[in-house]
């Protein structure tokens, strides 16, 4: 049971790394190249609208923990375990980068709010 929640652990944090990595960061420098080839291949192969998952961090971080679950299975499974909880893990690994998100929504509009209410003190003196 506590390898479960090892492999649990390990594929909702992998997932909420790459998923920021490829939407939030896709467009510095060393993932630019292999998102763009992503985003081509799903484009191409899978489906056109599929291919905007890549532009939302909340959904890619759902079909990316399936990419971790499968890869987690598989080495689970030459360690004589089984591991795979995707659709679950999945919502786990959305609704953990939905609050991160709004989190850091919240703490821009607080910030926002005291820039102006400085800024209107100091048009009054």
């Not at 360690?79 to 703490?107: D, K, M």
């Amino acid at each position: 049971m506590t390898i479960f929640f090892i492999c649990l652990i390990i594929s909702v944090l992998v997932s909420y790394g790459m998923a920021i990595a490829l939407v939030e960061k896709g467009q510095d420098f060393p993932i630019k190249k292999p998102r763009l080839i992503l985003k081509r291949f799903i484009h191409k192969n899978i489906s056109r609208k599929f291919s905007k998952v890549l532009d939302c961090s909340t959904c890619s971080s759902f079909w990316l923990t399936l990419l971790v679950d499968i890869i987690i299975c598989i080495l689970a499974i030459c360690f004589g375990q089984f591991y795979f909880f995707w659709p679950l893990s999945g919502f786990i690994t959305l609704g953990f980068t939905w609050t991160i998100i709004e989190y850091l929504n919240a703490i821009d509009k607080e910030q926002d709010i005291n820039v102006f209410i400085d800024k209107g003190e100091d048009d009054e003196n």
